[in-house]
């Protein structure tokens, strides 16, 4: 076991992709997993990849998460320390088309990277959840403290099973395990089912804009660098257990168990029009189309970094502005306009 070696899963994609970097830059050797797949062009994936393999510290695994045997061997032959589990099936409203998709990735997919972690020393498992497990929560701003009992997608309902596995595994097995629920992370290198990318691709092209909900829509947008600073900060940072955790009154954030489980959120929700406005400034006029809300979705997201900024000292703060402008500097350069 090399003590900075990391694995990085889904590391073609775009969370993984920039955490990977990041732990390249500070000097830390990773293997990246993934099985760049076609849910969005793969052309963009690979990309990503040709950036890493430029780093004498980067190796690459194509390999399936739901192939047993394979992420068997690769966790006996590395012996990983710290896992980076970013690899999913992802999309809310993809979910409602393809569920088999979800089960095989984020539950079948998601047991073998335990298994691999229980049986060969890993010292610390971190993984993506999503601000989707709230469901149908409407207290905001979305804490951890809250209950997470009523998802609204099938995606969601994967992200929670993924929660509750890894604490089981914490509980039975003492594996150190960290959930992150993201909310809507955008930026450069992004993903093109977002929203960020779907509406640059629209102004563009001069199609109309699709706008859920008539645009009565927030997003705690937050930034990709933030975020892959906040795991890399969590790296090193494996849960203990809380000696003060009751099962008489159970916190939902954490447990007698070394889990824990944190919102990675900007904590300053923004309207979804005001976003397209800052698109149209580096892009051109929209034409929108007004939806209304569709199935699985929900009309605002705003997050409660409390114990992010308790534990490591950071919360996410990249405004809106500058996040947008940085992301559109990347994408004219990426479709060389």
């Known amino acids: 076991m090399q003590d900075d070696v990391v694995l990085v899963t889904g590391a073609a994609g775009f969370i993984g992709f920039h955490v990977a970097r990041q732990l390249l830059d500070a000097g830390r050797s990773v293997v990246g997993l993934d099985i760049v797949n076609d849910y969005y062009d ?5 990309a990503r990849l040709e950036i890493l393999r430029r ?6 695994e194509k390999i399936d998460l739901a192939d047993r045997d394979r992420i068997a061997a690769l966790f006996a032959q590395k012996r990983f320390p710290v896992v980076v589990h970013l690899a999913a099936q992802a999309g809310v409203r993809y979910s409602i088309q393809n569920p088999h998709a979800y089960v095989d990735s984020n539950l079948v997919g998601f047991v073998n990277i335990l298994e691999g972690c229980r049986h060969n020393g890993c010292r610390h498992l971190i993984y993506a959840s999503s601000s989707s497990v709230y469901g149908a929560n409407t207290t905001l701003p979305f804490s951890v403290q809250h209950n997470v009992d009523h998802p609204i997608s099938l995606y969601a309902a994967t992200k929670k099973a993924n929660e509750l596995m890894a604490h089981t595994y914490s509980h039975l097995y003492r594996l150190p395990t960290t959930g992150l629920r993201f909310f809507t992370v955008y ?5 093109p089912d977002m929203a960020m990318f779907l ?9 109309p804009i ?13 930034y990709v660098s933030d975020v892959s600073e906040a795991i890399v900060r969590l790296t090193a940072k494996p849960p203990q257990g809380n000696p003060n955790w009751s099962g ?15 919102n990675i959120g900007n904590n300053n929700p923004e309207e979804l029009l005001h976003v397209i406005a800052l698109l149209e400034k580096e892009f051109g006029p929209a034409t929108k189309e007004m939806l209304p809300m569709q199935p ?6 705003y997050a409660d970094v409390t114990e992010l900024m308790n534990d490591i000292d950071f919360r996410p703060a990249t405004s809106i502005e500058d996040g947008i402008a940085r992301f559109a500097q990347w994408y004219r350069e990426y479709h060389k306009m």
Request: aromatic residues 16%; glycine residues 8%; hydrophobic residues 35%.
């Open 187 to 191: 930026g450069p290198w992004g993903r």
């Open 199 to 207: 509406f640059a691709d629209a102004i563009v092209a001069k199609r």
């Open 42 to 46: 793969p052309r963009l994936k690979e």
């Open 296 to 301: 699985g979705d929900v009309p605002a997201t």
């Open 248 to 262: 008489d009154d159970p916190d939902p954030s954490s447990s007698a168990a070394p889990w824990k489980v944190y």
């Open 210 to 222: 699709k706008v859920f909900n008539h645009g009565a829509m927030r997003r705690d947008f937050t």
């Open 55 to 60: 780093y004498p510290g980067f190796s690459f």
